[in-house]
Structure formats: C-alpha cells, structure tokens
C-alpha cells in the first residue's frame, strides 16, 4: 500500500509567503531606527552681574594761580632824531699773495757740501739653513766646524726648551693637545726678537712664545764678514701623558 500524503502538512508550503512577511518586517524596522530623531536640552545658565548703583571719584582740588599781566610794551618818542656817523670807517685792504708773471724769484744756489747724507743700514735677515757663519749657543764655543755648531744650536735649544716647559693648567684642565710652530729672529746683537707663533689654541702659543723669549744672547751670526740677523724656527708639540 501507498502512504497517503496530506497536502496541508507540506512543510514547504506558503514558505515564499513567510519569507516575504518577514523581510518586510524587518525592512520597516530598519527604516523606522532611521527616522527617530533625539533632541539636545538646552541648558539654562543664569548670569549674574553686579553693577554699583553710584561711581564716586574724587576729584583733586587745584588752585587757580592768577599771573599778572606782562607790561605794555614802550610807546614810541614824539620827534625823531637822525644822527649821521661822524666816524671814518678805514677799509683794510687785502694783498693777494698769488705771484704774477712780473714776479722774480730769485735762484737759490745749493751746494753739494750743505747737503747731509744720512746712511741707512737695510737689515738683513738671513734664514738658519744658508746662514755661512750660524749664532753661536752658549756652549758651543770649542766647536770648530759650521756643521757641528749648528747640531750644537740645536741641540741647546731642543734642551732650553724642556727645562722650562711648563705646561698651561688651565689648557690641561680643558684637555687642550696640540703643536705650535715657533719662529723668531736672532739679531745682529744676539738677541731673540720678532716671535711668532700658530698653534692650535691662545694658551699653547702663550707658553711657546714665553719659553722662545727666555733663551740666552748668543754670538750672532755673520754673513760676507758682517754681522747679520738670523731667522730660527722650530715646532713645540704639547701632549699630555698619563
């Protein structure tokens, strides 16, 4: 036997109809959260003001000074009387110093014998390396050679130099390192003149020029049989060890 099917209990019957009840419902829902709109209180904030009811100021009381008037002015005299200038008035006449072409000069001789020649004596500066006869360091005397005097100088420099090195506190404190090149003159007297120095900072180039001015008079050096200035330099390295 066939089961009999009852068409009322279809599951699937009327299925587009609920479909289409409830996406409707829920589209009018949706557009209905659209439309409801909210509405903001407004605050009430009450300002009060205080106002004086009367402003009061004192007023300063001032005095009221009372001048005098200024005296009328003096009235011219009735008659008027006219005086004439009795006195001579001498004009003072001005001679042009400008000379004219009638003027004579009169030619001034000179003789050769009035006439004072004074020498001067260019200063020759010659440098250490090509000096013929170099200073002479005290010391270095008993040398007889060019050669070994000029080792000597050297030498007695380089020495001078480190027994009275002292370095700067204040470029020690600051960690201040550096080199300075030294250049100076020794004149046709044996005397250190004309320093000059570049190094890396004031303090360091201080110092140098300091130990540099502190070298002894040295015979000076001769160029040609005649005494003559000598141009020196030398680097001065400050570096701090631990």
Known sequence: MKPKKNSNAEIGRNSSLYFMIGLT????????SFEVKFYEEESKVSEVVQVTDELKEDVPITEIIRTAPP????????VIEIVEDVEDVKETVIESTESSQETYIEDVVVKIEDVEVEEVEEEIVVPFAVIEYVPVFPGCEHLQTQAERKDCFNQKVQEHIKANFNYPPSALEMGITGRVHV??????????TGIQKRGPDKLLEKEAERIIASLPKVKPGEQRGKKVSVKYSIPINFVMQN
């Open 25 to 32: 419902s829920v589209l009018f829902m949706t557009w209905q």
């Open 71 to 78: 005296p009328p002015p003096p009235s011219a005299p009735d």
């Open 183 to 192: 250049q100076f003159v020794i004149d046709s007297n044996g005397q250190v």
